[in-house]
DNA sequence: CGTGCGACCTGGGGGC
DNA sequence: TGCCCCCAGGTCGCAC
């Protein structure tokens, strides 16, 4: 389930395998992974094919490649010379960099032809970017890019420029940004009339965080899910975006949180945090906290947002005041 | 406008 | 063996 350290694993990879290559021919075989992109196939291949990719950059969940074309610029808006195509991994969706050769994926649904380019000891790098996706929750489009609000660069990568794609300009800059600001978080958090948990997956408020991080940040921060957010004073709210910081900078390091093979970097690997998991998944298993303080309690799975919520009920109990 | 819910998807697993 | 239903869940559009 790609959230934030995950979409980062898979930027990290594009940015040192794509960036600065030329996208030479596009096939799309699943146009519905292309839903986003509202002016059809052939408009899109049309703006992918014969553009350099310069920057790689991400905000939350949402990843682009900010697109230069050789030929001046394509946009009809002269304060956007260059596009974004972006991509949303949903659920299941995957980036891959391989050989044009390797047999295609049964899921594969768009594939771009790649420039000729080597890395620095001059071994040729494989010239297939493809994107295979299982449940289609994700896909690519082409965009113009938008000033930022705030003047800052639109999201975390080599980009410096303040731009940002309109589709991800409600996005909420996330705890791994620099120009994340928790005093902020915390403001429209007590404005709220909501619960922590719905708060934390609310992509506006802040972003990068899914179902399995939320849960291990609050486990972590020892706060309920229904815990209301007017309720927040700005130690629990440092707290908890603390809690999130340190989970998602940990699952980066550890590649990204993999089930099965729906989650895999670039290169196709796996990533090995789910191994470290103290919350998600854990129904019936002793809470290792308590055990660690000589506790035995069992953590729990209850439903909350019409979805699973796994929690210690003694680290976490439920407030009086909880909120749906 | 803030809030919450259903639709969009596919494959795997359990029940019968 | 097969069929049906449920579950996983990020984002968007729509209803209230």
Request: glycine share 8%; hydrophobic share 40%.
């Amino acid at each position: 389930m790609p959230e934030l350290p995950e979409v980062e694993v898979v930027r990290r990879g594009l940015a040192r395998w794509v960036t600065g290559r030329t996208v030479e021919d596009v096939d799309v075989l699943d146009a519905r992974s292309l839903r986003r992109h509202v002016h059809g196939v052939e408009d899109f291949r049309g703006n992918v094919t014969g553009a350099r990719v310069t920057d790689v950059v991400r905000r939350g969940k949402f990843l682009w490649m900010i697109l230069e074309d050789p030929d001046g610029p394509r946009s009809a808006l002269a304060a956007a010379p260059s596009t974004a195509l972006m991509a949303h991994l949903g659920m299941s969706g995957q980036l891959l960099i391989e050989e044009p050769d390797a047999p295609l994926e049964k899921h594969l649904k768009v594939r771009l032809r790649l420039s000729a380019a080597s890395d620095a000891d001059g071994t040729p790098l494989p010239a297939d970017l493809r994107f295979v996706d299982q449940r289609i929750f994700g896909g690519m489009f082409v965009t113009d890019l938008e000033p930022t609000t705030d003047g800052r660069p639109g999201g975390l990568g080599g980009g410096s420029l303040p731009l940002i794609p309109r589709q991800a300009a409600h996005i909420a800059r996330d705890p791994l940004d620099p120009a994340f600001s928790a005093e902020s978080f915390h403001r429209r958090l007590r404005e709220r009339k909501t619960s922590l948990k719905r708060a934390l997956l609310d992509q506006g408020l802040i972003s990068g965080i899914g179902n399995i991080y939320a849960d291990e940040a609050l486990w972590a921060a020892r706060m309920h899910y229904a815990r209301p957010t007017d309720t927040l004073r700005r130690p629990d709210t440092l707290r908890i975006v603390e809690a999130v910081t340190t989970v998602m900078r940990r699952a980066l390091e550890a590649g990204g949180t993999s089930f099965d093979s729906l989650y895999v970097n670039v290169n196709g690997a796996s990533g090995y945090f789910a191994r470290d998991l103290e919350a998600y998944g854990r129904a019936g298993q002793p809470c290792r906290r308590c055990l660690s303080e000589g506790r035995t309690t069992l953590m729990r799975r209850e439903a909350f947002m019409n979805r699973s919520s796994f929690l210690c009920l003694f680290c976490q109990p439920r407030p009086r005041n909880a909120r749906a």
